[in-house]
């Protein structure tokens, strides 16, 4: 993708649903999607309801804004590996705007977005989110926020939350919330063997021990929340 592709498609695309920008090693370097692009693609794809973007390295604040001003019935958002320039200024006001999202992946590496983010997107977008990947900067003020807003979130993944961000505590809480607010089962999935935690939670026994992502023995309650951690 390069922002002369971009600016063909946002002339071409007008009714564009689904967005996925991917660089990888092998790839053009990402300098060559810049704002600019990004910026074009929000303004003449108004009707994007999924976007994707990863390792794309020049993207900052600026394409999150335009997004929130664009593309309001955004239902998914992934950002995942490096995006170095992202921060919460951005973040919080795509999660202000866009009050739809359903799913949310945050990369581990966004550093600069924090627990203020998970409260927007929380406070936007409670009635509808249903799954979200935390960053390593959130931790029990983002569980919270969820755990209080949320009424039909089944997956909360914080495998790449720093260690001690999120605790016991603080996962008991969330998990309280959602039981009391939830009008249907809310799962999701555990380290390394989801599928097995999962029956292994329907059977009514903790889950196991997961390889590689290791963390605090969780409060629990069976057939209803298995935090990732």
């Not at 695309?13 to 991917?22: G, I, T």
């Not at 919080?92 to 997107?121: H, I, N, Y």
């Not at 969820?146 to 969330?174: F, N, Q, W, Y």
């Not at 999935?189 to 989801?194: C, D, I, K, S, V």
């Amino acid at each position: 993708m390069t922002d002369e592709f971009a600016d063909a498609v946002a002339a071409n695309c007008p009714q564009l649903a689904s967005l996925d920008v991917a660089f990888t090693r092998y790839s053009l370097p990402s300098e060559f999607f810049t704002d600019a692009g990004m910026m074009s693609l929000a303004a003449g794809c108004p009707r994007l309801a999924a976007l994707s973007l990863t390792n794309c390295g020049a993207i900052t604040d600026r394409s999150l804004y335009a997004v929130a001003v664009h593309c309001r019935g955004l239902e998914s958002l992934a950002l995942g590996g490096y995006h170095e320039l992202i921060t919460d200024y951005g973040t919080v006001v795509l999660f202000q705007a866009c009050t739809s999202l359903r799913r949310v992946a945050l990369s581990g590496k966004l550093r600069r977005v924090t627990d203020e983010s998970a409260e927007a997107l929380a406070a936007g977008s409670g009635r509808s989110l249903q799954e979200v990947k935390l960053t390593r900067s959130m931790g029990d003020r983002a569980l919270a926020a969820l755990g209080a807003h949320c009424s039909i979130l089944r997956r909360v993944d914080c495998c790449k939350c720093d260690p001690g961000s999120v605790t016991p505590e603080g996962v008991a809480t969330m998990i309280a919330a959602l039981t009391a607010r939830s009008s249907t089962t809310t799962t999701t999935t555990t380290g390394g063997g989801a599928a097995g935690a999962a029956r292994t939670a329907a059977a009514g026994a903790p889950p196991p021990a997961q390889p590689g992502c290791a963390g605090p023995e969780l409060p629990f309650e069976p057939e209803e929340v298995l935090v990732r951690v």
